[in-house]
């Protein structure tokens, strides 16, 4: 079975800086990988996926990730982060034989300071 | 664009009384899944359904049941409701074309929370 780990539950970085959140998964195949945000009481949106091919995925608002597959990571990235990017980010992996059941990392918190 | 409409977005019960939850896809596509997320937790797999039948289950209780219909939609029927119940339930719908890939892209909708008092 599948497996997602975001290593850090709080994040905080200054408007303007740059953010990198972490994500490990476990999965026996190669896995779909995707990032998505959740700000308080709303839906998940989707920010970027994985599914093969190149391994750098651009994604919306500015955001990218880098699948590794020797260290089993899909790490998100934003080179200068803003206060409107304040939110919860969830790491989710599916498996083509799950049916696109997707199983969700902890989340990560990330606080923006002005 | 039409998204995944999810009623009601605010919903308040009591203990051991019975709650629906509906969830609308986008058009055309033929999947449904239902996920619920408690306080300070991720999303956690409910159940899914493609061209209304059952698809797969994940940690959903005995005492949920649900469905899709003819026109897609789909409904979470929730009984004998717990104080742990309370959640917020998320729908998302994708189109898997008549067949399973994980290509396929889900779509969230804005939730139903549930409080149960």
């Known amino acids: 079975a599948q497996s997602v780990t975001q290593p850090d539950i709080h994040i905080t970085v200054s408007e303007g800086a740059s953010l990198e959140l972490r994500c490990n998964y476990s999965?026996?195949?190669?896995?779909?990988l995707f990032w998505y945000v959740q700000s308080p009481g709303q839906g998940l949106q989707l920010l970027l996926k994985?599914?093969?091919?190149?391994?750098l995925v651009q994604g919306i608002k500015g955001f990218e990730a880098e699948f590794k597959r020797s260290q089993s990571s899909f790490n998100l990235r934003k080179p200068s982060v803003h206060w409107s990017d304040a939110a919860e980010y969830f790491c989710?992996?599916?498996?083509?034989?799950?049916?696109?059941?997707?199983?969700f990392g902890g989340g990560t918190r990330l606080m923006v300071k002005p | 664009a039409a998204g995944v409409i999810q009623s009601p977005r605010h919903l308040i019960k009591e203990k051991r009384e019975t709650a629906t939850l509906k969830c609308y896809p986008i058009?055309?596509?033929?999947?449904v899944y239902w996920y619920q997320q408690g306080p300070g937790q991720d999303p956690q797999f409910l159940i899914s359904?493609?061209?209304?039948?059952?698809?797969d289950k994940g940690s959903i209780p005995d005492r949920f049941s649900a469905q899709q219909f003819s026109d897609y939609h789909s409904e979470l029927n929730m009984s004998s409701l717990e104080l742990g119940d309370s959640a917020l339930y998320f729908c998302?719908?994708?189109?898997?074309?008549?067949?399973?890939?994980?290509?396929?892209?889900?779509?969230f909708g804005a939730g139903s929370r549930l409080t149960v008092l």
């Open positions: 998302a719908s994708s189109l898997l074309a008549g067949g399973f890939s994980g290509a396929n892209v889900l779509t």
């Open positions: 999965y026996g195949a190669t896995p779909y």
């Open positions: 994985y599914f093969s091919g190149d391994t």
């Open positions: 989710a992996v599916g498996a083509n034989n799950a049916g696109n059941m997707l199983t």
């Open positions: 058009p055309r596509h033929d999947t």
């Open positions: 359904f493609y061209e209304k039948m059952q698809s």
